[in-house]
């Protein structure tokens, strides 16, 4: 069964001390990758996505990720934490392969950035 | 930047009425989706929609739902008689093409059932 693993319920750190959050996938191929942000009853924003060239992945607000096929991982970071990344990050995919383009969530990880 | 616009953003219903929740997708966007979060728990797929027609769906889509698309911008989930494990954040979500630009997800609607 296609999945999505997040293993950290929560991550903390101190504020301006680098962070990563992980995501370890179980899809055919290679698929489509996506993080997403949720702030405190709000919906859910787009950070970044992998579809194709450089591993590393750039997004919003100073985010990156790294795409590591050979371990299926895509490790969300940020050199640099701020207070105001405190939220909630899930990771998703969806298969290339075109059978379905629904997004396969992780549970979620609570980053906590500390002053 | 466009937005998917999402109404109500809370909804309180008793158990057994009928609930519509409202979408407006990005006017250039082809594919229409509904997510549900229930209240601690991970976000799961609902339905795909595109071309005014159901695409894929999930084994939580079950009779109690449908979509439908009853003008050229308005996007709507309607669940016919409520139960309490409905009780969650519904997420509209839209697309410009079936995978590569990833989802526009509105700020959701949180539905309470008592």
């Known amino acids: 069964a296609q999945s999505v693993a997040q293993p950290e319920d929560q991550v903390n750190v101190a504020e301006g001390n680098p962070l990563t959050v992980k995501c370890t996938y179980s899809?055919?191929?290679?698929?489509?990758l996506f993080w997403y942000v949720q702030y405190p009853n709000r919906g859910l924003q787009f950070l970044l996505k992998?579809?194709?060239?450089?591993?590393l992945v750039k997004g919003s607000y100073g985010f990156e990720a790294e795409f590591n096929k050979s371990q299926t991982s895509f490790h969300l970071k940020k050199p640099s934490a701020l207070v105001s990344d405190s939220a909630l990050y899930f990771c998703?995919?969806?298969?290339?392969?075109?059978?379905?383009?629904?997004?396969?969530f992780g549970t979620g990880t609570l980053l906590a950035v500390q002053p | 930047e466009p937005e998917v616009t999402q109404t109500p953003s809370h909804q309180v219903t008793q158990m057994g009425q009928e609930v519509i929740l409202r979408c407006v997708p990005i006017?250039?966007?082809?594919?229409f989706y509904w997510y549900r979060q229930i209240l601690g728990q991970k976000v799961e797929f609902l339905v795909s929609?595109?071309?005014?027609?159901?695409?894929?769906k999930s084994e939580i889509f079950d009779d109690q739902f449908s979509v439908e698309r009853p003008d050229g911008s308005n996007f709507t989930l309607k669940i016919r008689s409520t139960k309490l494990e409905d009780s969650a954040m519904y997420f509209c979500?839209?697309?410009?093409?079936?995978?590569?630009?990833?989802?526009?997800f509105g700020s959701g609607t949180r539905l309470t059932v008592v």
């Open positions: 979500a839209s697309s410009e093409d079936r995978t590569r630009a990833g989802y526009t």
């Open positions: 899809v055919s191929g290679n698929p489509y």
């Open positions: 992998y579809i194709t060239g450089d591993n």
């Open positions: 998703a995919v969806t298969p290339r392969d075109g059978a379905t383009n629904k997004l396969i």
């Open positions: 006017s250039n966007h082809l594919y």
């Open positions: 929609f595109y071309n005014n027609e159901i695409s894929e």
